[in-house]
């Protein structure tokens, strides 16, 4: 295992259980929009961080490399990045590599080297394996085998920028009002069981997922065991990870839709279990007996986010905020309506969701201005917010 505790922030900072500020913006009819109004609308919960941690996610940012894996990786030391490339160079053909476009921030001290690699599997073993598992499998030998390398993204026509800093001094740093994309999510981070540093800033993020999270996982040992069964390393040392394996695990590699996926990592107390008919208490029943060490245990709220979708969701009894809102073809979610409303002041409609219903927007289906209906029975499937482009 690496040893991060060295490049750790040695802030003492006391812990505040409550912190860390999220949020997404989805143009569900397909059209980009530059991170202008999203770094303005994450700045707007400044007080909920505390400096040590802001990132940012973007999806359809390289429509000119977006047949191609983009790798963007974080180098503590020259030596880390020429193993890196030459490990990159004998797995993949690499199309096009540069150092992140990045500006002086005065907030901003002591980055590491960000790089990014535009790549085509090569795969030499000879099998079945498709290209998204032979990615996470190289992505893991690097963030495991290789010092001071760390790979942070590593989907098509996306990409994760992040860093120890808030989060409009990390959206300057890395220029990001000169992007485009279709969907962003934000983060604000206070950190509270594990280091401020840059490469546990958030989103977490393998191929196209990624996750941002408002929370503390006291599940996460068993979650991490759980996911390593599957190939699945932890190293950034921050309880987030773990969700985002557990989405691609979940969605990507067993094909579950996300209205299930819901009821695994945030399902219905065994009370109210007992209360369902009888056909959705054995569905239940199965999905706790198979995928029970992916429950997440605590306080928590998420977005979730991957090629054509944005997913909000919070534990069961909604220990952490989130709000979700709708003006013409763009959804929002956000740990605060006031971050929304700087942004689009006359929103058709604003709502808190239900603890453990998940609020989906999609290109895939038509968008609806007014508020949802919340399911009434556990096992019906929540509202779908999105439009095909």
């Not at 996460?220 to 699945?232: I, V």
């Not at 219905?268 to 029970?292: M, S, T």
């Not at 969701?353 to 998940?358: K, S």
Request: proline share 6%.
């Amino acid at each position: 295992m690496k040893d991060i505790a060295r490049i750790a922030n040695p802030h003492g900072d006391d812990k505040v259980m409550e912190g860390c500020s999220i949020f997404g913006m989805m143009d569900t009819a397909g059209g980009c929009f530059s991170g202008r109004d999203v770094i303005r609308a994450i700045a707007n919960m400044h007080v909920r961080g505390n400096g040590l941690g802001g990132g940012f996610a973007v999806y359809g940012l390289y429509p000119e490399y977006a047949e191609f894996y983009a790798l963007h990786v974080m180098y503590l030391s020259h030596e880390g990045k020429a193993e890196t490339e030459s490990f990159l160079k004998e797995r993949f053909q690499v199309v096009h590599a540069e150092e992140l476009p990045t500006q002086p921030t005065n907030a901003i001290l002591n980055p590491p080297l960000v790089w990014r690699y535009f790549l085509e599997a090569n795969r030499q073993e000879p099998g079945g394996q498709s290209d998204d598992d032979y990615v996470v499998d190289k992505v893991m030998d690097i963030n495991t085998l290789i010092r001071d390398a760390f790979v942070f993204s590593s989907g098509k026509d996306m990409a994760v920028f992040k860093g120890v800093g808030y989060p409009e001094e990390i959206g300057e740093y890395f220029c990001l009002e000169a992007y485009k994309g279709y969907l962003w999510t934000a983060h604000g981070r206070f950190p509270t069981n594990s280091p401020g540093w840059w490469g546990g800033a958030h989103p977490f993020s393998i191929l196209d997922w990624t996750v941002i999270h408002n929370g503390e996982l006291s599940s996460y040992g068993t979650n991490r065991r759980y996911l390593e069964q599957f190939g699945y390393h932890c190293t950034l040392q921050t309880d987030t990870e773990v969700i985002a394996y557990a989405v691609d695990l979940l969605i990507r590699k067993h094909g579950l839709p996300v209205e299930l996926v819901a009821k695994i990592v945030a399902p219905p107390f065994w009370n109210e279990i007992e209360r369902c008919p009888e056909e959705d208490q054995k569905l239940f029943r199965a999905l706790r007996q198979v995928y029970g060490s992916l429950l997440l245990n605590g306080p928590f709220t998420v977005i979730i986010a991957h090629e054509g979708e944005m997913i909000g969701l919070t534990d069961r009894i909604r220990l952490r905020p989130l709000t979700a809102g709708v003006k013409d073809q763009v959804l929002y979610l956000s740990s605060e309506e006031s971050a929304i409303r700087l942004i689009c002041p006359d929103l058709e409609s604003a709502w808190i969701p239900t603890g453990g219903e998940p609020i989906i927007g999609t290109l895939e289906k038509p968008l609806e201005p007014q508020r949802p209906t919340v399911a009434k029975e556990i096992g019906e499937a929540s509202p779908n917010l999105g439009r095909k482009g």
